[in-house]
């Protein structure tokens, strides 16, 4: 049998012009690509990576209609019935003669190791019917000169020119830079200081799905971050507004070995800074530890100049094998290359997988004929997100295969894998890990030959990896951007007073949105969430424009002081808005108290600063004179030389003990009988023990007293608010007489006092029958009750009990007057409770 002709030597039918459109990074070739492919009636164009055909195809939506579009990736399609353009990732271009254009992007990546067949494949066979361009930089031209000679070479010069600055610090590197560093790990470090020193990067790996990439870049090219920090995924496919690319290293580990980059590779990356006719500027880190990298003078020349060394041979793998058996397959895909300018590539993982599986008899026992053969390397071929190795992955290949080597894979069980994953909570590496499943996943679910239910699933694998893109992209910003300290070194630069600071409802100072403080009264407190390095710069930030917003607030508390609610009390201190604005200080006299202003009112202006605490002090005197009326007037009576110094003197003692005192401390039988009249006009009830004013005794007066009293002396307990009858205490608050652990409100105790000698008045005896039934009525107990009698002069009459049934139902206790017996100075100790034998006998003689 003749030997078989390699699929690589077969020319492909076109008749279409075939393009090279050689140059740099920078040079607009994506774009040509886009401009040609709408310019056709139909078309494709390839790209290295997912999110950027993602990109260009929503660009081509806008310009032709999605129904026109389709989108063709590993784990993403999106078809509308007859699309005419297509925009695909290399690996799932279609091949069709009848599409007008086909575009290959980067095709110099024929010469990676891992994927280089793959585009050396379309480079070598696909063809557009009218026209073909194939894009990719100026060493790729030796090679498209000698496997595609009909090609018309078009270069293309880089719009803007690049630069090397040498070496610099992180904290010194300027706005708008790439930092790329080689490993997950460096790159946590490098986001980590520029959080400390500038408030946060952007992250960008190979790791993370494209729809966090994508979030990630966004938010740099918005400018809510200035800094990007990214491994090399970042040299090709994102469309950066960078400045400056800094190099943390100039080595990284290729799967196989640690290797310093090529020249090529290290202009890929340093080409991201600039953009259209902008230049831009690269260079490495310093003080990255001993050994910092530095690139070599021809490094630099070749970088700047753009001059590499060409291609000499392209990788290359039979891309039509045969599907006899497994070993046959295995042949075809490592034959040797049909021309002296290709070469066998390194062992790419698919095939790995492939000779990995067909060592285990039971997985090469179930693949028997050339369908069973197809199917089994297609599910080999997939892509290992996990990157795990080979082996590992290998080993969830067959598990797939003994799912669908028999037909299709269940939409239940697909649903469950899935949903076993929807899950966004966890760090950094656990949601890539999630999502990295994830893809795989999304890969099988939209291969219409695996599964039965496919556009359900595709759609649920996709929104479980939105969801999960989303976590780790609210992960990485939570972690590594500080976006106060972003917007303050964004606005600020040299002054931190230009920010464009404003005061909030809530009395917080804002940045663009961002708290950088807040005001507490009239004093600037800066977020305690702030770091260390930031306080001098928000306090400076906040410094210029304190004045005018605190003016502001000064006007708002003038306005409320003109109100009675406008302000109130805490303890002695005068609060609005929640805080402290002034506080009573001891005065001449007790109801004159000094107003001594909160040090915060200093950062007013002066004639503010006299604003306020004018109407503060306005506030402070119309609350006093409406609670303290009755006091304010006894006051005033006690500075009139007319009442004559007796009077005055009773006047300033009842003043200073809230309107409440004993009767036997007043010096009221040194008051002749002008006086004691002029005294109850003032509203004074003269009592059986207490010389007190009604008025006084109602809680707002009470309060306000007791606290302008605390501010002079230690007075009595402030009584409950609700002032109620009788409070169980043995200390006696202001205006409550104490029995024994009761006491009594002193107009109650004048109440039942009075009513006491009425009855005994009426009875026109010594010894008369007194019904408590009214001071029980005040929560007053018996014994309490006894003991306010034996202060005022009553005796109580202690006698047997008597049968019930000769004297009736109980009766209340029997008391006798004393009229010759003074009243006692100090209070009663109470007597023992009276029986109800007693209680008994007075109702009944009362009757």
Known sequence: MAPRTPASARKPASTGVVKAVLGPTNTGKTHLAIERLCAHSSGAIGFPLRLLAREVYDRVCAIKGAEHVALITGEERIEPKGARWHLCTVEAMPSRPDLAFVALDEAQLSADPERGHVFTDRLLHTRGREETMLLGSFTLEPMIKALVPEAEIVTRPRFSTLTHVGAKKLSRIPPRSAIVAFSAEQVYVMAEMLRRFRGGAAVVMGALSPQTRNAQVAMYQAGEVDYLVATDAVGMGLNLDVHHVAFAGLSKYDGHRQRRLTTAEMAQIAGRAGRHQRDGTFGTLAGTGGN??????????????????????????????????????????????????????????????????AEDPEVAASVRGKASVQRFWNVCRLPDFRQQGYETHGRFVARLWQDLRHGYLGADFVAQ??????????????????IAAIRSWSYIAQRPDWVLAKEEMSARARAVEARLSDALHARLTERFVNRRTTVLMRKAGADAGLLPVRLSAEGALLVDDEPIGHIEGFRFVVDPLARA???????????????????????????????????????????WDGHMVARLERGRRLLDPRLRPDPALDRLSALDKARVIAALEGWLEAYHARALAPLIALDQASRDPASGPELRAVLLHLVESGGVLPREQSGLDRLDPSQRNRLKKLGVRI????????????????????????????????????????????????????????????????????????????????????????????????????????????????????????????????????PSRPAPARDAVPPRPVSGAFAALAELVAR
């Open 417 to 434: 894998a899935i949903a076993q994953l929807d899950n966004p909570s966890g760090d950094i590496d656990t949601l890539q890990a999630r």
């Open 533 to 575: 390095e930031d306080r001098k710069l928000l306090l400076a930030a906040a410094e210029r424009h304190l004045p005018g917003l605190l003016a502001i607030r000064a006007d708002a508390l003038v306005q409320a002081a003109a109100t009675p609610q406008g302000l109130e009390f805490e303890d002695t201190a005068i609060v």
């Open 292 to 357: 910092d990298p530095a690139f070599t003078d021809d490094e630099v020349y070749a970088i700047e100049e753009h001059r590499f060394a060409p291609l000499t041979r392209l990788f290359w793998r039979e891309a039509d094998p045969r599907f006899d058996n497994i070993a046959t397959l295995i042949d075809d895909l490592e034959s040797l290359p049909p021309l002296p300018q290709l070469v066998t590539p390194p062992q790419a993982t698919d095939l790995a997988v492939l000779k990995f599986l």
């Open 687 to 818: 009592g059986s023990m207490d010389l007190f004013l009604p008025a006084a005794l109602r809680p707002a007066a009470i309060q306000s007293w007791h606290r302008l009293a605390r501010l002079c002396t230690r007075p009595a307990p402030l009584p409950p608010e609700a002032m109620q009858p009788v409070v169980h205490t043995r200390i006696a608050p202001a205006g409550y007489r104490r029995l024994g652990n009761e006491a009594l409100r002193v107009d109650l105790a004048e109440k039942l006092l009075h009513s006491a000698h009425a009855t005994r008045t009426a009875a026109k005896a010594r010894r008369v029958f007194l019904d408590p039934a009214v001071a029980r009525s005040m929560n007053l107990s018996t014994a309490a009750y006894a003991a306010l009698l034996r202060a005022s002069g009553f005796r109580v009459h202690m006698g047997r009990p008597l049968p019930e049934k000769a004297y009736g139902p109980p009766q209340p206790p029997l008391w006798d007057w004393r």
